[in-house]
């Protein structure tokens, strides 16, 4: 059986962009529809309200697949904590097979730490919590045992916000602020990427042999710590006996020249990630980013809007035996 999975940050895809929806679709759905995944995992998905009381609705994404073979796939989306919708950055899951046991994970596995601020107003421990949760989902393959899917959108390397430290939206009072917000936002992303791995570790107490796969944006390249964390690499952990839980990064797959999702002031970086099990990569394995064209993210400012996206796909093809 063939499987075609891919990850993918739209950027900003909410009603809060500058940028038209129908700009913003005819750009992005090129790149759509040549993806041809069977499970998509998406990032930065926005959601609306018809009226007050009214339920949230994926408008944007509605949009973006109308037409397309994606508009019939299973969908399972959520951007807050408690498994609800946000109105901006929500993380959605599309699959051309059944979801089951579909779940938003956050702060169950790693309890929100709490931390004093050093530098801000109030000396209580406050707790550091996650900003969005995992999306947790088995996909009922045709064939064989379900592929365990957590799509994931770590905290960016940007300070997170300090009781009175801030001016403005970029303006610090003090250095020793944003230290500490920039520490802050580390633990957040570090502290996520140990529940998906806790998570991981028990798909795989539940079957030795499981498939899985970890998709998103991660906001770290590969041998940075949180991709450490969730890979459990042999050589991290010193146990031969624990290299079935170890969990291979796709992108080191694509040739060195094309192994980048995002560049970020002349700098090409791989932030987005596929990460699979040893049971998924059995067969012939392929991946490749799909970063034909694409732009600097620091070349244009936020306010200026941008029709397609800052970061590029990763796709991976399996030949599952």
């Not at 951007?79 to 901006?88: A, I, M, S």
């Amino acid at each position: 059986m063939r499987l075609r999975v891919a990850t993918w940050n739209l950027e900003n895809f909410d009603a809060r962009s500058p940028t038209p929806l129908a700009e913003r679709v005819s750009a992005l759905r090129p790149t759509l529809l040549a993806l041809q995944a069977d499970v998509l995992c998406l990032q930065e998905v926005g959601s609306e309200r018809s009226a007050a009381q009214a339920p949230r609705r994926l408008v944007q994404l509605d949009a973006l697949v109308e037409d397309t073979p994606y508009a019939a796939f299973h969908r399972f989306a959520a951007g807050l904590p408690n498994g609800g919708l946000n109105d901006v950055h929500n993380l959605a899951l599309l699959s051309r097979y059944p979801l089951l046991a579909c779940q938003a994970v956050a702060n169950e596995l790693v309890p929100a730490l709490q931390v004093r601020r050093q530098t801000a107003r109030s000396a209580e421990p406050q707790p550091v919590a996650w900003d969005r949760p995992l999306l947790y989902a088995q996909v009922q393959l045709p064939e064989g045992a379900p592929l365990h899917v957590i799509v994931a959108h770590l905290r960016a390397p940007i300070a997170a916000p300090v009781e009175g430290q801030k001016l403005g939206p970029m303006h610090w009072r003090s250095t020793a602020g944003w230290a500490e917000g920039f520490f802050l936002a580390n633990l957040k992303r570090t502290g996520q990427a140990l529940e998906a791995r806790l998570l991981v570790d028990r798909c795989f107490d539940d079957a030795p042999d499981a498939r899985v796969l970890v998709a998103g944006d991660l906001n770290a390249e590969l041998g940075e710590t949180a991709l450490r964390v969730l890979r459990a690499r042999e050589e991290d952990t010193g146990a031969p006996e624990l290299r079935a839980r170890v969990l291979a990064a796709l992108g080191e797959r694509v040739p060195e020249a094309r192994r980048f999702s995002l560049i970020h002031e002349g700098r090409p970086q791989l932030v987005d990630h596929l990460l699979a099990s040893r049971a998924l990569m059995q067969g012939e394995v392929a991946a490749w980013a799909l970063n034909d064209g694409l732009q600097d993210e620091g070349a244009r400012p936020p306010e200026a809007g941008f029709a397609g996206s800052f970061h590029a796909p990763l796709v991976a093809a399996f030949e599952l035996p």
